[in-house]
T-cell receptor
């Protein structure tokens, strides 16, 4: 298996533009996590899906952020409009969802909003 | 609510010395506990995990951790540090019966030659 695949690896965009980050889960996994990593705040859980359903989105910072799972193997995280403070590394992770199994992380998307 | 505390955002050890990275959790029930490692410009990789059973768990690269319920701790150790161990280490917790994975703030390990 290729592991969790995120795209793009790097994104530079201008303030106000829409940004879409993509994630392909590992086959057979049914839980999906989006995290944001910054120097100031560390790793923050943004949203968590189980079986395509958002279970906990309390970490989503604002209405500018939205996440979807259009199917069991794919997810998007959209920021619209983007702001410089959204600059961070965004990680996607998937797991089999039984709680005691490990989450496998993608390589991350480094987002820079200028 | 879950929380994870990692004492020391930076730890430096000499090559060959003991590595000790501290992690304490708060949970109303014994949780599942994890240690992840992150190398520069990489995602996180699982080092080891505790779910049930033996409280001393061994992971990859010679690391191990002990779950101590009385101390609500899950400290990570390695007897002898290697240069390749330099990375950032994250303790994480899932409350039993849940799936949300919450991370501590991380500890950056530097190994001095």
């Amino acid at each position: 298996d290729a592991g969790v695949i995120q795209s793009p690896r790097h994104e530079v965009t201008e303030m106000g533009q829409e940004v879409t980050l993509r994630c392909k889960l590992i086959s057979g996994h049914n839980s999906l996590f989006w995290y944001r990593q910054t120097m100031m705040r560390g790793l923050e859980l943004l949203i968590y899906f189980n079986n395509n359903v958002p279970i906990d989105d309390s970490g989503m910072p604002e209405d500018r952020f939205s996440a979807k799972m259009p199917n069991a193997s794919f997810s998007t995280l959209k920021i619209q409009p983007s702001e410089p403070r959204d600059s961070a590394v965004y990680f996607c992770a998937s797991s089999r969802g039984s709680g005691n199994t490990e989450a496998f992380f993608g390589q991350g998307t480094r987002l820079t909003v200028v | 609510a879950q929380s994870v505390t990692q004492l020391g955002s930076h730890v430096s050890v000499s090559e060959g010395a003991l590595v000790l990275l501290r992690c304490n959790y708060s949970s109303s029930v014994p949780p599942y506990l994890f240690w992840y490692v992150q190398y520069p410009n990489q995602g996180l990789q699982l080092l080891l995990k505790y779910t049930t059973g033996a409280t001393l768990v061994k992971g990859i690269n010679g690391f191990e951790a002990e779950f101590k319920k009385s101390e609500t701790s899950f400290h990570l150790t390695k007897p002898s540090a290697h240069m390749s161990d330099a990375a950032e280490y994250f303790c994480a917790v899932i409350e039993a019966g849940a799936n949300n994975l919450f991370f501590g703030t991380g500890t950056r390990l530097t190994v001095i030659p």
